[in-house]
């Protein structure tokens, strides 16, 4: 079992930054696959980010491409989200979650382990 917990969230204006972590306990993450999804209210869920366990490659959806960038510290067994130039649109809860598969999905139904997650919140 994987336990996942995010951390900083909060609120900040249009054009500012964040970065999330998504601390890890009961297993080590190197071993995972870890992604970053969000949920805005009357939303789906929809992908964000994911980061290999081999190698560290990294995914990102369409809308944050060049804004936001994931990577893993394996020694802290936290993976983290930078976000920067964010946007109103990106106001959503943020959820890490982890699976072993070796091709790294994109969508929810595909992950194991799920943080509680974070609220995100941009203003103008």
């Known amino acids: 079992q994987v336990q996942l917990v995010e951390s900083g969230g909060g609120s900040v204006q249009a054009g500012g930054s964040l970065r999330l972590s998504c601390a890890a306990s009961?297993?080590?993450?190197?071993?995972?696959?870890v992604g970053w999804f969000r949920q805005a209210p009357g939303k789906e869920r929809e992908f964000v980010a994911a980061?290999?366990?081999?190698?560290?490659?990294?995914f990102y959806a369409d809308s944050v491409k060049g804004r936001f960038a994931s990577s893993r510290d394996n020694a802290k067994n936290t993976v983290y989200l930078q976000m920067n130039s964010l946007k109103l649109e990106d106001t959503a809860v943020y959820y890490c979650?982890?699976?072993?598969?070796?091709?790294?999905?994109?969508?929810?139904?595909?992950?194991?382990?799920w943080g509680q997650g974070t609220q995100v919140t941009v203003s103008s």
């Open positions: 980061i290999s366990w081999i190698g560290g490659r990294t």
């Open positions: 979650a982890a699976t072993g598969a070796v091709v790294v999905p994109t969508i929810w139904e595909r992950y194991d382990y």
């Open positions: 009961g297993r080590t993450l190197s071993s995972y696959a």
